[in-house]
Nanobody, 123 residues
């Protein structure tokens, strides 16, 4: 699976962005999709995941309520809607595909990764 993220950019605190991740190469709907982020000098952290059939979503506790993950299997695309952005949300955001089972927050549970898109939030 090849994954290409888009939609990052510079936004003021309190603003919104919607990230997209377009998939190709294998059957997109076979895979759970996740979003992770990595801030400068920090480890990559889990943001959200959505099951292959869209029935289940799971979020990092501290992002719940501000971020929403969704997917369109007909378009082979997963989205991350980010609202009320804060400077601490500044990071490179990555999408990932895999069959993580219960280990949805672990980077090692995903098989395919995009190259990332930078989100910068100014105060």
């Amino acid at each position: 699976v090849q994954l290409v993220e888009s939609g990052g950019g510079l936004v003021q605190a309190g603003g919104s962005l919607r990230l997209s991740c377009a998939a190709s190469g294998r059957t997109f709907s076979n895979y759970a999709m996740g979003w992770f982020r990595q801030a400068p000098g920090k480890e990559r952290e889990f943001v959200a995941t959505i099951s292959w059939n869209i029935r289940n979503t799971y979020y990092a506790d501290h992002l719940k309520g501000r971020f929403t993950i969704s997917r369109d299997n007909a378009k082979n695309t997963v989205y991350l809607q980010m609202n009320s952005l804060r400077p601490e949300d500044t990071a490179v955001y990555y999408c990932a595909a895999g069959r993580p089972g219960p280990q949805v927050v672990e980077t090692t549970a995903y098989d395919y990764w995009g190259q990332g898109t930078l989100v910068s939030v100014s105060s």
